[in-house]
């Protein structure tokens, strides 16, 4: 692996990282970060989240599982 | 200024007594529209990365679902329609493991997986469009904490970074392997079976977590 294609791991890691801390920070008593799964029921109120989320998590598994 | 107001947008007073006139409130309304609005420009935006990767089917799924987050706009308000009767959670999983060990010996990419993944997402769709949209929005609940943004920033963070490396493709998937994008990192786990079902297990749980949540949600938050 070059070093261009390392650092770019890295990079996602790093988005990694920080989505698994933001949700560790959340819940903490009093905390001001609401955790991921309030954040998507919040969202979730509009229609239009509603559709582009489920879109999003099939087109994830389309996508992956099946290599196309 | 106070920074820590509201919803932990800024706050600006302009005038005093009676006549003051907080920005805060025209700020968060703002940048919750532009947030809302977002959804078609990301799905539209993706649509055209589909069209750069010549893949038709993602394409059309893409558009298709901005022209029906256009019709359903269109629609006049209607009642909610009751959420389908939902499994105890165990039984949910119990069907997620089932549906992974079903996965398990298939070849990646045939046509019995395609319909077995294809499945929950058509099934998903049908019961949350049966369902109908949450009711009106409150405005006591209009974000779920002061720091949600910063959800968002990782996010978009996240989709900009794979867009650059998307980009630096030129259009042939593994053209560039300087800059992978995500799907040139996981390819090589996604090709062992176990790892394939164990996904497609997480993967599950997820979809029906979601439609719980789409068919249940209302105006208020949990926390």
């Known amino acids: ?68 | 200024m106070d920074d820590n107001r509201g919803n932990g947008c800024p706050t600006f007073v302009i005038g005093a007594g009676s006549m003051q006139l907080t920005v805060s409130r025209r700020v968060r309304v703002a940048l919750r529209r532009a947030l809302h609005e977002s959804v078609l420009l990301v799905l539209v935006v993706t649509g055209i990365v589909h069209v750069v990767r010549r893949n038709i089917l993602d394409v059309a799924l893409f558009f298709g679902m901005a022209a029906l987050i256009l019709v359903e706009r269109t629609r006049p308000p209607r009642p909610r329609v009751a959420a389908l009767p939902w499994p105890a959670p165990s039984v949910v999983l119990g069907g997620c493991v089932l549906f992974g060990v079903a996965m398990l010996p298939l070849a990646q990419g045939s046509w019995p997986m395609r319909i077995l993944v294809a499945v929950p997402g058509l099934l998903a769709l049908l019961v949350v469009l049966r369902t109908g949209p949450a009711p009106a929005l409150s405005q006591q609940a209009d974000t779920p904490g002061r720091r949600w943004w910063l959800w968002v920033l990782v996010g978009v963070a996240a989709g900009l970074f794979e867009l650059a490396n998307f980009a630096s493709q030129g259009g042939s998937p593994d053209a560039n392997p300087d800059h992978p994008t995500v799907t040139a990192v996981l390819d090589p786990l996604f090709a062992d079976n176990a790892f394939r079902a164990v996904f497609a297990v997480l993967w599950l749980v997820a979809g029906a977590w979601l439609v719980h949540a789409a068919t249940t949600s209302t105006v208020e938050v949990d926390r």
């Open chain 1, 1 to 68: 692996m070059s070093p261009s294609a390392l650092l770019t791991v890295l990079g996602y890691a790093c988005l990694v990282v920080a989505l698994i801390v933001l949700q560790g920070q959340s819940h903490r008593r009093d905390s001001s970060i609401p955790t991921f799964s309030v954040l998507l029921r919040w969202g979730m109120r509009h229609r239009d989240a509603q559709l582009a989320l489920l879109l999003a998590w099939w087109w994830l598994g389309w996508h992956f599982l099946l290599n196309l």
